[in-house]
Structure formats: C-alpha cells, structure tokens
Nanobody
Framework: QVQLVESGGGLVQAGESLRLACVAPGSIFNSFVMGWYRQAPGKQRELVARITRDSSTNYAASVKGRFTMSRDNAKNTVFLQMDSLKPEDTAVYYC????????????WGKGTLVTVSS
C-alpha cells in the first residue's frame, strides 16, 4: 500500500501564506512525477502544480506567481509554498504521484484542507 502523507493545511486570512508538505516512499519519489491537486466544494479536482524528477515545474494559471512547488530528495518530500492566498484557493489539497512513463499508475494522499477567509 503506497502512502502519500500530506501536512500543513489550515485556516488563514486572505493575503497570508501556507506551506504544504507531502512525504512519499523513496521508491515512488525517485520514479514518479509529483503533483498537487485541489478540489473545492462542488467543483472537480484540478491540477495546481507538478514537479518532475529533475525539478522542472508547471503551474495552473490561477496560481502562477503565487505558489511554488519544490522537492527535497533527501527527505522524499515535496512542498507547495502558497503565498498571497485568496478565498478562491479554499479547497482540499491532494498530493499525487504519477509514474513518469506509465501515467495510468498513480497514487493519491488523503488530502489536507486549506481554508482562506476574506
């Protein structure tokens, strides 16, 4: 059973920052593309950011310039630094691992709730 464990969610005010973390097993971390997705109430899950094994990143247009995804290979951990948070960023944030070649092989964390008040 592959476990991705997220942490760092919480309640903040608009304009503040949060940092999410996701720890993955080493076998996953070294072979998979890591990503953060989010799902707001009543909406579909959407991609927020992804990072490859060589630390190339891409972001959703709605978070570009405000969110930064990074990885610490020594700790098998990815981070999502979220700055200038907006109420519309409120969602459950999920960590995702997708095989770099066989994209049908993917794993999800249980999610961490981020709530941004106005």
């Amino acid at each position: 059973q592959v476990q991705l464990v997220e942490s760092g969610g919480g309640l903040v005010q608009a304009g503040e920052s949060l940092r999410l973390a996701c720890v993955a097993p080493g076998s996953i971390f070294n072979s998979f593309v890591m990503g953060w997705y989010r799902q707001a109430p009543g909406k579909q899950r959407e991609l927020v950011a992804r990072i490859t094994r060589d630390s190339s990143t891409n972001y959703a247009a709605s978070v570009k310039g405000r969110f930064t995804m990074s990885r610490d290979n020594a700790k098998n951990t990815v981070f999502l630094q979220m700055d200038s948070l907006k109420p519309e960023d409120t969602a459950v944030y999920y960590c995702n691992a997708e095989h770099a070649i066989l994209s049908s092989i993917k794993y999800w964390g249980k999610g961490t709730l981020v709530t941004v008040s106005s």
